[in-house]
Each structure stands twice: as structure tokens, then as C-alpha cells.
């Protein structure tokens, strides 16, 4: 491992705007103290201290969607998910520097999110350029697969809206199947998004690998969902 690794590994050990949790089989989270909190049920009020609505990142990454997302709408909260703290580092220490209170990060495997984050805490998810696991027998790992469609039940308010922004073809399409057999309410699906007028601002936020993959001209597709009750 590298030394940059390691040193950035270090930081985030230190930032107050994260959680870590750094065994799945020990389902406990730390905090800039090594301290273990609880935050299940109170992220509202231990760790955001309002009762404005919680939005989820799944598979943040650096952190550019959560941090983004939270700098255009300030009357939400916003919790960047990720198992890689190396990836987590970057956008947990810009919105330190940059002072983005609404937006913070939780470091763990997203399998047992719901050990973290209680019933109703969340308004809506988004789920944005995951992996899409094309590999065969693979397809249990997809982010919008049965499996985690029933973690996010637990954790999502009744009217919450899942979002799902990708450049995968095969996701994509696997994605409507999914909301379609399995009985969920489509809201919303377009397999080329910036061919028209943008249906939700937060679509307007380009990451970087985002802009590589329309720079090789591929299309970028949304779908919006709501569970079945």
C-alpha cells in the first residue's frame, strides 16, 4: 500500500463528517474519537440536528454526487455510502474544507445498511453509476437487484423515490425488468438523458468518470422507482 494510502486513510480517521465501520462481521461504526455510535434511528437529530429529509448515495465513490447534490439543495440532508475509505477520503474532506454541513459519509459495506439507518430515515436514494456486475452469475450484486431492493424497504420512507444514473445498457434494462416483475411503481425512465430537458436537477451533476463516458459517446440513462408497499 502507498504511503499517500495510508496517510489519506489516516485523515479520514479523523474527520468528524464520517463513520466508519470496518468489518462486516462486527456491525459497529466509529467515529473521529474511536468512539462506537449507535446512529440508527437518530441521524436526524445525533448527527445532522434538523428534521430535514435524508438522502442516500449508494456506492459514492469520491464523493462528488453526494457533495454536489448537497451544495444544490440545502434544505436536504445528504449521506454518501462507500466501502472504500480511500475512494471516501476526497469527498469527506471537501466538505470539511468547503464547509458542506448538510452532507456526510458512512463507510461500510452497503449489505448491512440497515444496521446503520433505521426505519423511514431516508426520503430518497440514489444510486449512481454503480458497478454493474455484467460478470455471469454476478447479477445478485447489482444495486437494483431483489435482494438490496428489500434492504431499502426497510430504511425508506413509504413515498420514497430510488434513482439509478448509469451509462450501463445492460443495468439499465435489468433495472426496468426488475421494477417490473417484481411489482414496483416506474416513475420515470430514459436510456439518453441529455437528448432532453432534465427531469430532476440532480441530473444536471457530472462526475468525472461521467464526463469520460460521454466524451466516448456513450448515453446516460436514468430510471426512478418507488417500492411496493
Known amino acids: 500500500m502507498r504511503k499517500s494510502k495510508l496517510a489519506r486513510f489516516a485523515e479520514l480517521d479523523t474527520f468528524t463528517n464520517v463513520l466508519q465501520n470496518f468489518n462486516i462481521l462486527e456491525p459497529v461504526v466509529v467515529n473521529n474519537k474511536k468512539e462506537v455510535v449507535d446512529p440508527k434511528g437518530k441521524w436526524h437529530d445525533m448527527i445532522f440536528r434538523n428534521q430535514n429529509p435524508i438522502v442516500l448515495e449508494l456506492a459514492c465513490g469520491k464523493g462528488e454526487y453526494t457533495c454536489n447534490m448537497a451544495l444544490a439543495d440545502k434544505s436536504k440532508n445528504f449521506i454518501g455510502v462507500d466501502i472504500k475509505g ?105 436510456d439518453d438523458i441529455y437528448t432532453k430537458p432534465l427531469v430532476n436537477p440532480f441530473l444536471e451533476i457530472k462526475t468525472y468518470y461521467e464526463g469520460m463516458h460521454l466524451a466516448e459517446g456513450r448515453k446516460i440513462k436514468y430510471v426512478a422507482f418507488r417500492l411496493k408497499a
Open 86 to 190: 480511500n475512494r471516501m477520503h476526497r469527498g469527506a474532506k471537501r466538505a470539511l474544507l468547503e464547509h458542506i454541513d448538510n452532507a456526510f459519509f458512512l463507510r461500510t459495506d452497503i449489505n448491512i445498511i440497515e444496521t446503520f439507518i433505521g426505519p423511514n430515515e431516508i426520503s430518497e436514494i440514489w444510486i449512481t453509476f454503480p458497478d454493474p456486475h455484467l460478470k455471469t452469475g454476478k447479477f445478485l450484486k447489482r444495486l437494483t437487484s431483489p435482494r438490496f431492493l428489500e434492504k431499502y424497504k426497510n430504511i425508506l420512507q413509504p413515498d420514497g423515490i430510488i434513482h439509478l444514473k448509469t451509462d450501463d445498457p445492460t443495468l439499465y434494462e435489468y433495472t426496468l425488468e426488475v421494477i417490473k416483475e417484481e411489482g414496483h411503481r416506474l416513475i420515470y425512465a430514459d
